[in-house]
């Protein structure tokens, strides 16, 4: 059987492959292929549901002689044609197509221009799938056909890429950390044929992943991949469908995402020391964290918040400026920065000491047992001083009012490494007080404190004060006082030889705190005495009343210690003369200076100065040189009662030689100066300590010759120089001074050991006031230099 049908099929093919008359006979018998055959081979399409398929026909005649009749198409099992092409009787440009409107209809064109040519069918839909058949029949040549498979093939219709938990992941797996894993489905739906599953990441195939489910609709597929590492970062991951290469697979693709954490944290410039009040920048870099890293400041364990802060990031890198002003609290204070993933909740730090140097800090207190309202005059105060140094301080001062504050433990004032203690506080120790202290970075103060002395009321005028009146002369006493508290209230009281007695409150006002003013009125000889005014406030009583002594007025008393000095001012020389003024009467005086000979010239006239009582008459020179023989200078102080005894002015001294030769003699003829010259014999040795100085005037017998109301004479003795200060004329009990003048090489200090009317012994000490070596020389007469207009003799016994 088998033997036969081979045989049989073989001859079949034979003869439809010879006979092409039957198949043209059979289809001019009504376009029906009855004719049983088996093509050559089968070709197969794939076609996308929807699109175009192309059905390729070789239409090509095997000679150039022949040409193609007509063109039919079949489905397989049919044998009515379904596509025709006629090209009998016409042109092969205007070949009759013709469609089966119940099978492709117009979706159907033969397309002739192509190599080969093709049906193309478009819209393709599911059950266009089959096999066709192409029947084409030539002129002369035999009929051909072609069986064509077309698959029609439906794309995937659904990829899905998800986590575990089903939620789509969206394009980013992850965030992933470090050593994290992950875990991606991938959900196919539809498609036909059934499409396969690729993984791929970075575009490398991955075998390694578990189909979860596959029921010839739906496959799932899973990969799992754990330790992840750093460099993961932005790796693709894909999945992929693909059941047809006519169209570029179906995909879903995710990109990992990570947190990582910082790699890396620095302070770039760790300065070694910094200086108080000079800007600093620190910069602090971070490398590595995803997210940024955060960078935050810290000193000691606070954030850090003063300065200027600025912020630069990148995807890697995160830099973190900080512009600071260092201050004395921070040296030794760690400075932190600190770099945080903010996600991770890790953080990287980096850290220095602070070093600063700064000059000193000072804080000044009063001693904290101590109420600074309520300190009176008596009480012992302290002051503390605090001081913060770097580098540490020398040394404390303490000011008081500007003025240092030096121990002196005699007077109360102890100064301990960083106290003052005052005892027995005065009046006078009111004020501001500061410490002092300097390094190396410089010297500073403490804020001043106010030491408030709280004090009983003193006076504050000159008293006892001399009021001079006349009977019935009606007087305004002010009496003025100084008090803390300053809320007094005043008592006056009167006291002469016979009685004392307080004045009715009456008779005087309070002017204004501390003031209070007496309206007084001597009615009798009686009425002359002392007003006493005293004050009391809350810290007691003034203890010595201010004095004012009511006295009938009279003419002043003679002016005192007058002294004349010939200066030279704007070229012009004066005869300046001092004096200090006396008793003024009870009233207001002047003073002036005259010229008296056969009448009373009035050279000068000036008044006291109210605080020192100075007076000055100045008169020039040439007024001087103006003067007749006969004429005497004399200073007289007047007031309304009348004048003073005069004064008279004895000593005019000329400091250059020609003129003292020539008024030495007019001076004997001119004016009864009874000055003698005076030499100062001054015997030093150089390295002696003692020297005997033997004073005595030359001129010993005119004994009304008078001592200089005050002079100061100038010695030059061995290369050094002094000036003694004699006392005046009618204080001869008290002792000269020895007044050191300034010089570079300083001279050694000198002290008056003893002295009586002849001889004045002056001791030499050295600095620390040891005497040095006594030794005994030979006087010699020395160099007298003067320097007031005195002159003294000398004489060594
Ligand atoms: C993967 O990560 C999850 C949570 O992130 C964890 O519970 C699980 O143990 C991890 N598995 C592996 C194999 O590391
Ligand atoms: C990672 O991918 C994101 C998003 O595409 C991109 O902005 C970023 O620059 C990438 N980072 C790196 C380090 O490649
Ligand atoms: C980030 O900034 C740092 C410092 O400026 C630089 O070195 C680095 O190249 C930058 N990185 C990127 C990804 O821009
Ligand atoms: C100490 O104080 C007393 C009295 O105020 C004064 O006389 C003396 O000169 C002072 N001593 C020193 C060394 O200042
Ligand atoms: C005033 O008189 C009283 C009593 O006679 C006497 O104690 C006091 O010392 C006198 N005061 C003055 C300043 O004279
Ligand atoms: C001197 O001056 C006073 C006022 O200062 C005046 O009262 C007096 O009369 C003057 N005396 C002479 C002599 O000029
Ligand atoms: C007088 O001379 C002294 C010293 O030169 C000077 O201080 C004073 O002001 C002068 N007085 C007058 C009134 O010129
Ligand atoms: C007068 O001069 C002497 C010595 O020069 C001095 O000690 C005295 O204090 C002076 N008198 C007045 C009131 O200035």
Redesign the pocket.
Known sequence: MDAFGGKFWRAFLFAFILDCSVCQLSWTEGHEDLVDFVPVSTMGVEAVVGRTASLPCDIEPDSNEDRVYMVLWFRHAGGKPLYSFDVRGRSFNKALHWSDPTAFGRRAYFVTMSRPSALTVDGVQLDDEGVYRCRVDFKNSPTRNFQIKLNVVVPPHQLLLYDEAGHDVAGVVGPLEEGGNFTLLCELRGGRPQPTLTWLINNKPIEDHTVLKNDGKVIVSRISIGGAERNWLNTSIRCQATNTPLLSPHERTARVEMHLRPLSVLISNKPGQMSADMEMTLVCVSHGSRPPAQITWFRENRRYTRGKHSEFTNETTTVSRLTMLPQPEDDGAIIRCRADNPVLRVALEDSFMMSVVYRPVLTMALGSTLNPNDIKEGDDVYFECNIKANPKEHRITWYHNDEPVLQNISSGVFISTKSLVLQRVTKVDGGLYTCRAANQMGESHSRAVYLRVQYAPTCAQPSPLVVGARLDEPLRVRCTVSADPADVSFYWQFNNSGESFQVSPARYVSTGGTTSELRYRAASERDYGALLCRATNSVGRQKRPCVFQIVPAARPSPPRNCTT?R?L?NNLA?L?V?CVAGYDGGLTQHFTLDAVGEITRVL?N?SAGSSDLIV???VSWSTLESLSEDEELVVTARNSKGASDPVPLREVVFRDAAKRAESTTRAESKFPLAATLAALAAILTAVSAVVIVLLRKRNDNSSNSKRPSQSVVQVDAEGRRYLIAYPPADKPESKPDILNPKSDNEPPRVVLESCDSKNYVIREVNSDHRPAAYNSHTPDEGLVNLYSPLFFTITIP
């Open positions: 000095n200066v001012k004066y300046a001092k000068v000036a000055h008459l100045n």
